[in-house]
């Protein structure tokens, strides 16, 4: 038996939102990162879930897309969070406000 | 031979080249070159000459086409030369009395600084006023016309060290440009009517011309002479011109510069014609007038050479009242003449002032026609030819114009002529007897020493022909007015016994003038007369002492609101308008990017909620226009 896809496209609208919540109002660099990471995740079902109600693999392979951007901004946003923490000992996002006017 | 007309202007040009580029290593030998630069070019005219005169008379105008220069679309100009009788007088003139000029001043101007340069310029001088008489296109005419104009800058201001020297050489370049300017024009109309510049075809279309058209082309044209030519209202450049070295006042007094003005309109006279009379009549009015006012500053001045400057200046006006009567060779004859004792009377206040230290005063001189002899007998030839001497040459050419005059029925101008005739006589005897004759008197005693051999060279030739040059017109077998005949066409002189009145009367007129001189300047009592003259006239001698306060004149009303109108532009237009725009429009953006950048906090939570209402908004927009 199916579940309707109505109940995954709200589970991931909720993940959607959970991640936006987070990465606005948290400080830290590597949890703002986590909720990125969760944002990313609800757009992966909700591919997922039309990609299956529609019956095409295009959702699918997008899906791949995301997960290999995904992994290579991990890479790369992990190591400029690395290199903060390690000169300014901390990983707080307002700490680190030096491109602006 | 006269396949040979371009080298007429080539050499003189390559000597100046030659000599603006070796010039230092050539040394004092620059004088000889610069002289065979132009020596070369008169046997060459004189051959050409020869030619010309075993041609049928209908046959003598030749054009020698050396290269296509210009060619857009419809319009074509090609540098070609026209030979024909008018353009071979000029050519002979510029290059014979040059020749005699350059040879002078290998002497006058030894152990100059920068001597080598003062030939290259004088032959560049040279080589221009023979590309603007010998150019059969009025585009090319009007390249030796700026050339002449430049080099007379060059020359004027050849001291330039001197404050004096380097504000003549200025103005006479801006008030010549005031007539460029008009020439300028005049050549476009010319060129818009007659659909070509080239001369022949120019005069040919002249007779089909609106008399309008003919009249503003031809007034536009004159307005040119005005400047290169000296007459009112632009003459004011030439008395200042004599800033520069003596040599180069002979030169553009007698062979270059201010000749061009005639030489331009007598061989545009079908124009002139064409306009049906009002514009010649302004030209013989204006001639006529500037003859007369110049002869009257020349009265006052103290300097030899400005008396000589306006006398200049008088002499190109009787041209032009010969040119505005009709009669276009009668004006090339006086031409010719005055070239030479005009040369002659410069060349010789060059000597008196190389003898002198420079000294151009005439009060501070008398008696030197004893201490220099060659220089004294040869400057009393151009004092009685300019005076109207028979049978010295300026009798003739001056005689032949008031005919003219009287014979077109312009008897107000043939008066003034004749009064200018006396006045003419008066103020050259006036220079005369005080530099000349009496008691010897120098400045400081110096010790005075005739012309050196190379001055004296140029002086004895130009000197017979300031007495015998009158016999190239005399009736008789050839004369100038026939062989000028097919280029300028025929001038009526009148016949019978008029013309013998009216020479007498001009000589009798000049005689006054002369005896005038001699009872005020010359007897021993003249000093009395002089100043109770002076005292009963002084508002009068006192005005003409000051030039008539012409140049202030100019100055109020035109250098003045000039300058008023270049500090308006410079200090309110540019600097509030232009530049106000432009920095305007610069504080514009610094003032709203001050205020937009107060946007970028660095705070990435910020960019993040900036970020994310840009897309909720764009989002429910498309939702709402139902595309979601």
Request: aromatic share 12%; hydrophobic share 55%; glycine share 10%.
């Given at each position: ?48 879930t039309?990609?299956?109600m ?11 897309f ?10 790369v ?15 707080n ?9 | ?32 070159v ?7 070019p ?11 005169l ?9 054009i ?14 090609a540098?070609?030369l ?20 350059h ?8 152990g ?23 150019a ?65 075809q ?34 004011v ?15 553009i007094?007698?062979a ?60 190109l ?5 010969a040119?505005?009567?009709g009669?276009y ?9 005055h ?37 004294g ?75 050196p ?46 013309p ?21 300047y ?5 000093q ?57 429009v ?10 937009l ?32």
């Amino acid at each position: 038996m199916s579940v309707a896809p109505g109940y995954y496209l709200a589970l991931a609208g909720l993940m959607f939102s959970v991640g936006v919540v987070g990465a606005l109002t948290r400080r830290n660099a590597i949890v703002i990162f986590m909720f990125i990471e969760l944002m990313l995740n609800a757009i992966n079902l909700i591919f997922v879930t039309f990609s299956r109600m529609w019956g095409h693999v295009d959702g699918q392979i997008l899906v791949f897309f995301v997960l290999v951007v995904a992994a290579a901004e991990v890479v790369v946003g992990l190591a400029i969070i690395l290199v903060i923490s390690r000169r300014r000992g901390t990983a707080n996002v307002d700490d680190v406000s030096l491109l602006k006017w | 031979m006269i396949d040979l007309a371009p080298y007429v202007i080539a050499l003189p040009l390559a000597g100046a080249l030659l000599l603006l580029i070796f010039g230092k290593r050539i040394g004092e030998a620059a004088g000889i070159v610069a002289s065979a630069a132009i020596g070369v070019p008169f046997l060459l005219a004189l051959a050409m000459l020869v030619d010309l005169l075993g041609l049928h008379a209908e046959e003598r105008s030749v054009i020698v086409t050396t290269f296509e220069w210009i060619e857009v679309g419809d319009f074509e100009a090609a540098a070609r030369l026209l030979v024909d009788p008018l353009s071979i007088v000029m050519v002979l003139v510029v290059t014979g009395v040059g020749t005699l000029i350059h040879i002078y001043s290998i002497g006058y101007m030894h152990g100059e600084a920068r001597y080598a340069r003062f030939f290259s310029y004088m032959n560049l001088f040279a080589a221009s006023m023979l590309l603007l008489v010998l150019a059969d296109n009025l585009l090319l005419l009007y390249v030796g016309w700026e050339g002449v104009g430049l080099c007379s800058y060059l020359l004027i201001g050849f001291w330039f060290e001197r404050p004096a020297a380097a504000n003549a050489a200025k103005k006479a370049f801006i008030v010549n440009r005031v007539g460029d300017f008009s020439f300028l024009i005049g050549i476009f109309v010319l060129s818009a009517s007659a659909g070509s510049l080239a001369v022949g075809q120019v005069n040919a279309e002249a007779g089909g011309m609106a008399a309008g058209v003919a009249t503003a082309a031809a007034l536009l044209l004159f307005g040119g002479a005005t400047g290169k030519s000296a007459q009112i209202p632009l003459y004011v450049w030439l008395p200042d011109a004599m800033e520069g070295p003596t040599p180069v006042s002979a030169l553009i007094h007698a062979a270059t510069m201010v000749t061009a003005g005639v030489y331009m309109i007598a061989r545009f006279s079908p124009v002139f014609e064409a306009s049906g009379g009002p514009a010649l009549l302004v030209v013989a009015w204006i001639g006529a007038l500037t003859a007369l006012w110049a002869g009257l500053l020349a009265t006052a001045e103290y300097d030899i050479k400005r008396v000589l400057a306006y006398s200049t200046v008088s002499q190109l006006g009787y041209m032009f009242l010969a040119l505005g009567v009709g009669a276009y060779s009668v004006a090339i004859f006086h031409l010719v003449t005055h070239a030479f004792f005009k040369a002659l009377m410069f060349l010789g206040a060059g000597s008196v002032m190389h003898s002198l230290k420079g000294e151009t005063d005439m009060r501070r001189m008398g008696g030197l026609r004893k201490a220099m002899p060659v220089t004294g007998w040869t400057f009393m030839m151009g004092w009685l030819a300019i005076s109207g001497i028979i049978p010295f040459s300026g009798f003739f050419s001056k005689d032949a114009i008031l005919a003219s005059a009287w014979h077109e029925g312009q008897f107000l101008l043939w008066l003034i002529g004749a009064v200018t005739a006396a006045l003419t006589a008066f103020y050259m005897s006036r220079l005369y007897f005080r530099v000349f004759e009496g008691k010897l008197v120098t400045p400081g005693n110096l010790h005075v020493h005739d012309a050196p051999p190379s001055m004296a060279a140029a002086l004895l030739p130009l000197g017979a022909l300031a007495v015998i040059g009158g016999a190239i017109n005399l009736p008789g077998a050839l004369t100038l007015e026939v062989f000028l005949e097919p280029a300028v066409g025929h001038s009526e002189v009148p016949g019978g016994i008029v013309p013998w009145i009216l020479g007498a009367i001009a000589l009798v007129a000049g005689v006054a003038g002369i005896a005038a001189a001699r009872f005020l300047y010359a007897l021993p009592s003249g000093q009395k007369p002089l100043e109770t003259l002076h005292e009963r006239f002084s508002p009068l001698v006192n005005a003409t002492q000051h030039k008539f306060y012409v140049d202030e004149l100019y100055g109020r009303a035109i250098v003045l609101p000039g300058k008023a109108l270049a500090s308006f532009c410079a200090n309110f237009l540019d600097a509030r308008i232009v530049d106000g725009a432009v920095n305007g429009v610069a504080w514009l953006v610094g003032q709203s990017s001050w205020a937009l950048r107060r946007v970028q906090t660095g705070y990435i939570r910020n960019y993040a909620l900036t970020f994310l209402f840009g897309v909720v908004v764009a989002f429910s927009l498309l939702a709402f226009r139902g595309v979601l």
